[in-house]
């Protein structure tokens, strides 16, 4: 189990494209003691959770289309985005190189665990993902 100090280090560092190239802020926070961590970026368009159920080591990012500037029901499949879906339709459309170049941008980053590996390559397909996003102007809908 990872603890909540670097949970949030670790998405913080391995994230903070979303902040760099994409002009998100930290938008949220949220620990419930040991059990469940989210960490939230916002732009005006849409949110993108990071967060882990800590016991049951399961974790996931979501990419949430606002609606007028708020957060869709979750259970919205056109708002609500879930990264293995961006994954599926934009990853295999990738060559090697792009893929590459990405993994360039996260080369000094060192994984200790599990869970570790599992956020960095999240975020390292989230960031193949928006950068396909941005070339086609547009959320996919499922």
Do not use: W
Not at 120 to 127: F, I, V
């Amino acid at each position: 189990m990872i603890d909540s100090d670097k949970f949030q280090n670790f998405v913080k560092r391995t994230f903070s494209f979303l902040v760099t190239e994409y002009g998100m802020t930290l938008d949220k926070e949220k620990i419930n003691g040991n059990a469940f961590y989210d960490i939230q970026f916002r732009d005006k368009d849409k949110v993108i959770s990071v967060s882990l159920e800590n016991i049951e080591n399961y974790f996931q990012v979501i990419l949430f289309n606002l609606n007028n500037g708020q957060l869709p029901d979750y259970d919205d499949k056109t708002r609500t985005i879930h990264l293995t879906e961006l994954n599926k339709k934009f990853l295999t459309a990738l060559d090697k190189k792009e893929f590459e170049d990405n993994d360039r941008q996260f080369a000094d980053i060192v994984t200790e665990d599990k869970t570790e590996k599992q956020i960095l390559k999240s975020a390292k397909d989230l960031r193949l993902c928006l950068k396909q996003m941005n070339s086609k102007r547009g959320l996919p809908t499922t």
